[in-house]
């Protein structure tokens, strides 16, 4: 372990034990310095590891084992004990003959496109207020605390306030849209049928553009002045230093940017729930909630498990794609 | 950092314009729903029943009073200040403890470590949901420590939440402070957690503080979890806010008079902290 160290530090590092050992002899049993020093990362990062695999890793691996199982509430005190169903549920989720596999699929179909707005306009609003606010201005602190909002809002709060501004007979959106412009002959549903779609990426937006603009504002302030300043006496002008200095160094922020952007808005659960309550409409049921409805309100856990390894893979995929061709695209720029 | 506006390059009236276009459309974007959580919780029931209205005909403070009565609220808020609270504190030293060991030691496992947990991030919570509900249920069942509908259950499942995320951005910052400084604290007879704490942990101030405002924002706004892991007393405010929408009336005036009570102190704090919250990112994260 101590081979990867560099000599020198073992060095220094060695003779600070060597002196530390006198005031740490209570705590901790008098073995040699270098075990310490090796030991001494592990002793660490265990609280780390050992909640991360009791909440997230022993649970994935149990969910996967579940999804081999026809796991009903009959089982729920000892899953062990539910019958080996093989890939039946997995069989069952992928057969878009039968209701349960088109229905998956819709939900699927909606999460994507949904994912695809919601995530191209938060950048697109992160990008434009990040880049309008780059330069001091009288009131530049004041917006910046107006933008960063919507992100500071308790989710279940705000949604719920979009909500009521979504009602039908009392809301905001309604009363703006029919009585005031008259774009409307009837008052609009919008948390239900197909309008619950545009209700919901609306919501998402509005909730994760905020954060699109904090990273990228952040991303701004590490892009040198020198290059704006040399560029101006080059004789470019704002829009062409925005093209050719900000938006190409912004591109390492972006790739992970867009990446967490993705994979926070595909998986949203709070919007949904909170807007619409346990039964999503149909054209905007996202695929948390349609799993979630499929495990604890039919309580068939075997079949939920195998819909989320399944869009789990998905992600997987996605991900790795993503990060396959947008690296090789930053390559091929550099070069 | 910005050009000071008598730069050389004064940006043309296109470039102000178009800013103040995108500003405003923004910013009325972002306040709007603020603006009707506030003007509707100040309106009497049947204002908020009706044809929505720009301008209130009538003040009420009636729905801030009523909404302790209608839900017990004050339970709720507790219950979220205690769990949020908790995990922010446990998840913050935590990450801490981690993010030192990662930034200034070079061991087996290093890299497996931090990749394994900013992967979690990618997992649907759903996928975990299922199985963790089961673990706490069993627990409970076998050893009698009730981690189903307790606090402590969600407190331990919040922390996590936030882990990764700490870790990294941690990671990040204390790269960002010289070496040197604790290995000469370590040569002055420190131990190395003494230079943690003496040294690390002092520089890094911002950087812990936007991790922590990140952490009890995460912990305060979560809705799944809360939906499943808690029951009548261990309500938190995620679930419990929903108490005003069963009823065949909706008390709409009293919803957005609750929505915003529990939103003032974590956007206040958060407001008042962002800026760390920016500077952490900078030095840490987005590099």
């Known amino acids: ?143 910046r605390a107006v933008f960063l909002t919507p992100y500071a809002l308790p989710v279940y709060a705000a949604v719920i306030t979009w909500a009521f501004m979504f009602q039908r007979d009392n809301g905001l959106i309604n009363h703006v849209l029919h009585d005031q412009l008259g774009l409307t002959d009837q008052p609009s549903f919008w948390l239900i049928g197909d309008n619950s779609f545009v209700a919901l990426v609306v919501v998402a937006v509005w909730k994760s553009w905020p954060f699109a603009f904090l990273i990228l504002m952040a991303g701004l302030q590490n892009i040198p002045r020198e290059l704006y300043e040399a560029a101006a006496i080059d004789g470019a002008g704002v829009w062409q230093q925005i093209r050719k200095i900000t938006l190409p160094s912004l591109r390492p922020v972006n790739q992970v940017l867009v990446l967490v952007l993705f994979l926070w808005t595909f998986n949203d659960f709070n919007t949904p729930y909170v807007l619409f309550g346990r039964a999503a409409p149909e054209a905007a049921d996202l695929i948390s909630i349609h799993i979630y409805q499929s495990s604890f309100v039919t309580w068939n856990f075997g079949s939920g498990s195998a819909m989320s390894v399944l869009l789990l893979l998905f992600l997987l995929l996605v991900t790795a794609v993503y990060l396959l061709l947008t690296s090789r695209g930053r390559k091929t720029a550099d070069a | 950092m910005p050009r000071p ?57 009636r729905p801030y009073i009523d909404i302790w009565d209608t839900v017990p609220l004050a339970r709720y808020f507790l219950n979220s200040l205690v769990v949020a609270g908790a995990a922010t504190v446990l998840s913050v030293v935590i990450a801490v403890f981690a993010a030192y060991a990662v930034s200034r030691y070079r061991f087996r496992g290093r890299r497996v470590f931090t990749v394994t947990v900013l992967s979690t991030q990618m997992f649907p919570g759903i996928l975990f949901l299922l199985p963790l509900f089961l673990i706490f249920v069993n627990i409970g069942n076998t050893t009698g420590i009730a981690l189903y509908g ?31 400084l604790d290995e000469a604290a370590m040569v002055d007879g420190c131990g190395a957690l003494g230079a943690l704490f003496r040294i690390v942990v002092p520089a890094a101030v911002p950087g812990i503080v936007a991790v922590a405002v990140y952490a009890f924002m995460t912990a305060w706004g979560e809705v799944l979890f809360a939906s499943v892991m808690t029951n009548d007393t261990t309500r938190t405010l995620s679930v419990g806010l929903q108490g005003y929408a069963t009823q065949n009336d909706v008390y709409w005036n009293q919803v957005m008079a609750a929505s915003l009570v529990v939103s003032v102190p974590v956007v206040a704090g958060f407001l008042l902290l962002q800026r760390y919250l920016v500077a952490g990112l900078t030095a840490g994260a987005v590099k």
């Not at chain 1, 990867?4 to 590092?13: N, Q, W, Y």
């Not at chain 1, 080996?84 to 496109?113: E, K, M, Q």
């Not at chain 2, 009707?36 to 044809?51: A, C, H, I, N």
């Open chain 2, 5 to 61: 506006p008598s730069s050389p390059t004064a940006p043309p009236r296109s470039f102000r314009w178009t800013r103040r276009i995108v500003l405003t459309f923004l910013s009325a974007f972002a306040l709007l729903p603020v603006y009707v959580m506030l003007s509707s919780s100040l309106k009497p029931l049947q204002d908020v029943s009706g044809k929505f209205q720009w301008i209130p005909s009538g003040f009420t403070i």
């Open chain 2, 150 to 180: 307790s606090r402590g259950g969600l407190i331990l499942t919040y922390l996590t939440f936030s882990l990764p995320f700490s870790i990294w951005m941690l990671i990040g910052y204390f790269d960002s402070i010289p070496r040197d």
């Open chain 1, 1 to 143: 372990m101590t081979t990867t160290v560099t000599p020198g530090r073992t060095d220094r590092a060695g003779s600070g034990e060597s002196v530390g050992t006198k005031d740490a002899r209570g705590r901790l049993p008098r073995i040699p310095d270098r075990i310490r020093h090796g030991g001494l990362p592990y002793l660490l990062l265990l609280p780390a590891v050992v909640l991360e695999l009791l909440v997230h890793l022993i649970p994935m691996v149990i969910g996967i084992a579940m999804s081999f199982r026809q796991l009903t509430q009959f089982y729920i005190r000892n899953w062990g004990q539910a019958p080996w169903a093989a890939f039946d549920n997995y069989r069952v989720a992928v057969d878009f003959d039968a209701p349960i596999g088109r229905a998956l699929l819709h939900s699927f179909y909606v999460t994507c496109l949904f994912s695809v707005l919601a995530v191209g306009l938060s950048w697109l609003f992160g990008v434009a207020a990040a880049i309008m606010m780059q330069e001091n201005f009288r009131g530049r602190g004041l917006l």
